[in-house]
């Protein structure tokens, strides 16, 4: 067990070292559908100056209220579901005894792909993920685990991209998982469940105005409206960047990337993979099916975000509409097929789910449905009555009505 583990965490170390890529003031289009060897670059400085126009999308609707007893899960299978750290946090030790009642989630914490059960393994790790769930929104320090069936370190893997408030305020490392008593020990940084119920509603406060208004719209339409919304807000970290890739495993506050999924959505600060595990997460509270993709590049690494639409697999980079060379306001890396990101030096045999390498990437994400936007699309108007958009190309004409249904 504990060789297995070991290499788990070599992997993780290998996969994980993700720097993201510039655009170096490059744009790029597909001149058409049928013939992706012909790829148009354009020069962003010879490309007339973008119009910004606030994006008109109703954001005074009521918000998604899904408590911890309310769990939405697309598996209907499992629906019931040695390093030392210097200058180490003063960790709560009175969360037994604490009568604080527990915050009552307005999100879902326990949602997960309706694949899941495949791409981690097996269903009992599934259920492991929602005892540490609901453990840490209760402050509980303990959580029983079957060494038979279920793999502690993989599932904390899980919680790291799909639940990421669980590392505001924990410390977690590798020695987490007691082999001798088959308990897993989480230990919190915050000094009471007051204040842990607060940095919950903090976390849910800020994810709010993301996902407000798009609970009965389309599939496309909620996770196109959130993403634009999102990536309006994002500030790339590169301190984020500038740490020892040998300690990235350890679930510890030195880490800089320790709670980086959490920050991406609270601070609205991070790196590719810290903004992919944030939007992630806010399509599970659009109940739509999502994972994190690592992969390794011809000259760096990057991470972006997989998500299904209609039955479809499509790739969405907040990265780099976040920090895109024509200015403010793009959705042009949302819907992009594989073979943009292969333009890129991205190959899909070097593509890892969720940094899982032993899960050969086996997704086909070939559909061309938003390639129209993957051409240069900016300052989109949303409406959510019609379920259509308007947006501007990269020479500020108005493209109208794409349908988002």
Same mark, same amino acid.
């Given at each position: 067990?504990?060789?297995?583990?070991?290499?788990?965490?070599?992997?993780?170390?290998?996969?994980?070292?993700?720097?993201?890529?510039?655009?170096?003031?490059?744009?790029?289009?597909?001149?058409?559908?049928?013939?992706?060897? !012909?790829? =148009?670059? @354009? $020069?962003? *400085? &010879?490309?007339?100056? %973008?119009?910004? /126009? #606030?994006?008109?999308? +109703?954001? !005074?609707? =009521?918000? @998604? $209220?899904? *408590? &911890?007893?309310?769990? %939405?899960?697309? /598996? #209907?299978?499992?629906? +019931?579901?040695?390093?030392?750290?210097?200058?180490?946090?003063?960790?709560?030790?009175?969360?037994?005894? #604490?009568?604080?009642?527990?915050?009552?989630?307005?999100?879902?914490?326990?949602?997960?792909?309706?694949?899941?059960?495949?791409?981690?393994?097996?269903?009992?790790?599934?259920?492991?993920?929602?005892?540490?769930?609901?453990?840490?929104?209760?402050?509980?320090?303990?959580?029983?685990?079957?060494?038979?069936?279920?793999?502690?370190?993989?599932?904390?893997?899980?919680?790291?991209?799909?639940?990421?408030?669980?590392?505001?305020?924990?410390?977690?490392?590798?020695?987490?998982?007691?082999?001798?008593?088959?308990?897993?020990?989480?230990?919190?940084?915050?000094?009471?469940?007051?204040?842990?119920?607060?940095?919950?509603?903090?976390?849910?406060?800020?994810?709010?105005?993301?996902?407000?208004?798009?609970?009965?719209?389309?599939?496309?339409?909620?996770?196109?409206?959130?993403?634009?919304?999102?990536?309006?807000?994002?500030?790339?970290?590169?301190?984020?960047?500038?740490?020892?890739?040998?300690?990235?495993?350890?679930?510890?506050?030195?880490?800089?990337?320790?709670?980086?999924?959490?920050?991406?959505?609270?601070?609205?600060?991070?790196?590719?993979?810290?903004?992919?595990?944030?939007?992630?997460?806010?399509?599970?509270?659009?109940?739509?099916?999502?994972?994190?993709?690592?992969?390794?590049?011809?000259?760096?690494?990057?991470?972006?975000?997989?998500?299904?639409?209609?039955?479809?697999?499509?790739?969405?980079?907040?990265?780099?509409?976040?920090?895109?060379?024509?200015?403010?306001?793009?959705?042009?890396?949302?819907?992009?097929?594989?073979?943009?990101?292969?333009?890129?030096?991205?190959?899909?045999?070097?593509?890892?789910?969720?940094?899982?390498?032993?899960?050969?990437?086996?997704?086909?994400?070939?559909?061309?449905?938003?390639?129209?936007?993957?051409?240069?699309?900016?300052?989109?108007?949303?409406?959510?009555?019609?379920?259509?958009?308007?947006?501007?190309?990269?020479?500020?004409?108005?493209?109208?009505?794409?349908?988002?249904?």
């Amino acid at each position: 067990m504990r060789k297995g583990i070991l290499i788990f965490l070599v992997v993780i170390i290998l996969i994980s070292t993700v720097g993201c890529r510039t655009h170096d003031d490059i744009n790029y289009s597909f001149s058409s559908k049928d013939d992706l060897s !012909s790829v =148009e670059f @354009i $020069d962003s *400085s &010879s490309q007339s100056e %973008i119009i910004e /126009n #606030d994006v008109a999308v +109703n954001e !005074s609707q =009521e918000t @998604i $209220d899904v *408590s &911890s007893e309310e769990v %939405i899960t697309n /598996n #209907d299978n499992n629906s +019931n579901n040695n390093s030392t750290v210097s200058s180490l946090p003063q960790a709560s030790q009175t969360t037994e005894t #604490d009568n604080t009642p527990s915050y009552k989630p307005k999100l879902n914490y326990y949602y997960l792909p309706a694949d899941a059960s495949e791409i981690y393994k097996t269903s009992e790790n599934l259920e492991l993920y929602r005892d540490i769930v609901s453990a840490y929104l209760n402050y509980e320090t303990t959580v029983p685990f079957d060494t038979r069936t279920q793999g502690p370190h993989y599932v904390l893997n899980m919680v790291r991209f799909h639940c990421p408030i669980f590392f505001a305020d924990t410390y977690i490392d590798v020695d987490f998982a007691d082999y001798n008593t088959d308990k897993l020990k989480i230990t919190y940084t915050s000094k009471s469940k007051a204040e842990h119920n607060k940095i919950i509603e903090d976390f849910e406060n800020a994810c709010m105005p993301l996902i407000a208004g798009l609970s009965s719209e389309t599939e496309t339409e909620r996770a196109l409206v959130c993403y634009y919304r999102y990536v309006q807000t994002l500030n790339y970290d590169d301190a984020l960047n500038d740490f020892d890739s040998s300690r990235f495993y350890l679930y510890a506050p030195d880490n800089p990337r320790y709670d980086e999924g959490y920050k991406a959505i609270v601070n609205k600060t991070g790196v590719c993979s810290s903004f992919s595990i944030a939007y992630s997460f806010l399509l599970s509270q659009l109940n739509i099916d999502s994972y994190t993709i690592f992969a390794a590049g011809k000259t760096d690494s990057h991470a972006w975000t997989m998500l299904k639409l209609n039955d479809k697999w499509y790739f969405a980079d907040p990265t780099f509409d976040a920090d895109w060379p024509q200015g403010e306001n793009s959705i042009s890396n949302f819907g992009v097929p594989a073979q943009q990101r292969i333009l890129f030096g991205y190959n899909p045999e070097n593509y890892f789910i969720s940094n899982t390498s032993d899960n050969p990437f086996s997704y086909n994400v070939n559909d061309f449905r938003f390639i129209k936007l993957t051409q240069g699309a900016y300052s989109p108007e949303f409406n959510l009555e019609t379920n259509t958009m308007i947006y501007k190309d990269t020479k500020g004409n108005i493209q109208q009505e794409f349908d988002l249904s």
